[in-house]
């Protein structure tokens, strides 16, 4: 094994013709271009580094007419079986996005024999399972490093850098366009309609948004990492999810007046015999790190029994980032192939005959503080009725403010911060609050970050 890679470094040493490692690419979109833009970019340096030589050797793209100019000696077919192919291809890279036909192609390579890099968490965190089978059976790797934060290497850290730890949480705000759209209402006091109308416009935003905006994609992203940390099986419809569309400006401002940030955030913390899955929008205290990330970045949070607290911060989207950890993969492919190391590192850190089953958390059972906004008529013993049902859940104040003040008895919002509580007896609490006479609105109920 070792003599491979000693006799590939001597080629480059003595100058010899090197290996050459090609890569086939279906989706030649914002990704895959990002893809070819880095190989481009680092075609001098990548050689130095891997004693290899990595070329883009084909290109399917069902739309795309011509490449540009420094990509036209690149062959551009238009369907993705033609890459699968083939037989001159090593590395399959699937930037499609979806779910079909991006599996059938995954499916078709790996069937094909070979390795597969993909971006597509989507896929992976609904049809993993599948995938993963299918490779480890033949004998392939899959990379899939872009799949979750960008140009972050997470997926390296959490797999290699932290193999070594038991994971005890997770926490992050994997989403760029939440994280932009919160951080522009939170600065500017906009709406999230406006914000969202005005990222769209800019072509920040996908038309279709909701995947970023209620979390989907966030959601996608935590199973894949629960997967890897805990050595489970999970796809995203287990994770609990809230996301950020009814968000107001008026909670963003009471947020900051309690000395929070509001934040999209996706949680796991592992119970042992259950583990918590949520992307919910959270209170984050404005001194701690996650509420200082903001625009378009993503900031990933791993306490780990050894390492401690690790958190990765950078660029969560883009072209060229993303096309950076797509790169990444390919290169360790490469490498594993040169030096006939494949399979060295299962793609999900554990062993695959060692997934355990694990209960996921109900919500009821979770346990932690509370903001309330309540929308009462003013007027007297209506805090009194809300702190007694309260009190009859067991649930603690720590902190109350009334905004403004209506003679007439108009409706005013009433903001109760509370100590830890099970979110069972907070339910039961909000659920009879919302019956009574002087209760205008249904209560707005966030949770708020707690480092455990
Ligand atoms: N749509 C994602 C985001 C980027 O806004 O962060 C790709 O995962």
């Known amino acids: 094994m070792e003599n491979a890679c000693i006799w590939n ?3 480059w040493l003595r100058g010899v013709r090197m290996k050459e490692i090609k890569v086939g690419l279906i989706g030649f979109g914002t990704v895959g271009q990002g893809l070819a ?142 994280n932009y759209i919160l951080s522009r209402m939170t600065d500017e006091g906009i709406p999230f309609a406006e914000v969202l109308a005005e990222a769209q416009r800019l072509g920040f935003a996908e038309a279709d948004p909701s995947y970023d905006v209620e979390g989907i994609d966030t959601a996608h992203k935590l199973a894949i990492l629960m997967s890897m940390a805990y050595g489970m099986h999970i796809t995203h419809r287990e994770v609990n999810t809230e996301g950020i569309s009814r968000i107001e400006p008026l909670d963003i401002e009471l947020a900051r007046e309690f000395g929070y940030r509001i934040k999209l955030l996706a949680i796991s913390r592992n119970h042992g015999d259950h583990v918590e899955a949520r992307v919910h929008p959270t209170m984050v205290p404005q001194d701690h790190l996650l509420a200082s990330i903001s625009g378009a970045y993503n900031a990933i949070h791993f306490h780990g029994d050894c390492a401690g607290n690790i958190l990765l911060y950078g660029l969560g989207a883009g072209k060229v980032p993303t096309g950076s950890a797509v790169a990444a993969d390919v ?11 494949i399979g060295r590192v299962p793609p999900l850190s554990y062993l695959s005959d060692q997934f355990t089953p ?18 009462v008529l003013d007027q007297p013993g209506v805090l009194a009725s809300i702190a007694g049902i309260l009190s009859e859940q067991d649930i603690s104040i720590e902190s109350v403010i009334q905004k ?36 205008t609105a249904p209560a707005v109920k966030i949770r708020i970050f707690e480092d455990e």
């Open 37 to 178: 833009e880095v190989l481009f970019m680092q075609q001098e340096r990548m050689p130095k580094r891997t004693g290899m030589r990595i070329e883009l050797a084909a290109i399917a793209d069902k739309s795309a007419k011509a490449l540009p100019e420094r990509f036209a000696h690149i062959p551009l077919v238009q369907n993705g079986q033609d890459v699968i192919n083939n037989p001159d291809i090593d590395i399959v890279v699937e930037l499609i996005g979806g779910i079909e036909p991006a599996k059938s192609f995954m499916l078709a390579a790996i069937a094909a024999g070979k390795h597969v890099v993909t971006a597509n968490k989507a896929l992976l965190a609904q049809e993993g399972r599948d995938i993963f089978a299918a490779a480890a059976a033949k004998g392939v790797c899959v990379g899939f490093e872009a799949s979750v934060g960008g140009g972050i290497p997470v997926i390296k850290a959490l797999r290699e850098g932290l193999v070594a730890n038991r994971i005890l949480s997770i926490s992050g705000i994997m989403n760029g366009t939440a």
């Open 404 to 439: 403004g003040r209506k003679e007439s008895g108009g409706a005013v919002p009433l903001v109760i911060v509370t100590h830890a509580a099970q979110e069972s007896s907070v339910e039961r609490a909000l659920a009879r609050i919302n019956t009574l006479e002087a209760v």
């Open 358 to 375: 694990r209960r996921i958390t109900p919500m009821d059972e979770l346990y932690g503080p509370y903001y309330f906004r309540f929308t």
């Open 331 to 341: 290169v360790d492919i490469a490498r594993d192939i040169a030096c006939g190391s």
């Open 9 to 11: 470094w001597n080629y």
